[in-house]
């Protein structure tokens, strides 16, 4: 076996990227945090279809899979949930998602990444070192990921999906090398830190 691929800016497999935090100091109020797998080659498949119809969109969230929200008080996660998340994250090998086929939950359309199995092995593993966060608060007994297009009351789910499904006749490819971090700062939602995969 030869060594792991370089990463890019010198970072380890294992390493934390630190992002820029704008605002987080500046006397702003956090309310949540969330972790999520982000799929930005979804974003020109889908991209306008979130920003109309996806609330989370519209407060700067990217297409992504839900790994666990809610999560901890950004101004609890210090050095100690770092490295206990960073140390749960470690010995996930990155992985590809394919993205082609839509579902529905009442009031949310979505897409369904596969294989859905790596990412439950993930959030199993992160609630396994955070075992106070359960996904979702524990208001579900079942954790199916997806990436949601629409949610929301009043909308007419059954007209968006078979546009949605065209735009998915060909699947799209992720390559998923990280989970991210995401709290909201003003009602805007901003990636704060980054948990590379081996």
Known sequence: MGSPRPLPGGLRHGQRRRLPRPALYRGARLSTSGLVLLAPDLEPRIGDLRALHDPAARQGMPAHVTVLYPFMDPVDFGPTPRGRLADAVRGFPAFDLSFSRVGRFPEVLWIAPEPAEAILALVAAIVGAFPEFPPYGGQ?????????????????????????????????IQRVDAVSLFTTVRRRWREVDRFLLA
Not at 140 to 153: K, L, M, N, R
């Open 140 to 172: 579900f007994e079942t954790v199916i990921p997806h990436v949601t297009v629409a949610h929301g009351d009043g909308l007419d789910l059954g007209a968006l999906e078979p546009e949605l499904r065209r735009r998915l006749a060909d699947p799209v």
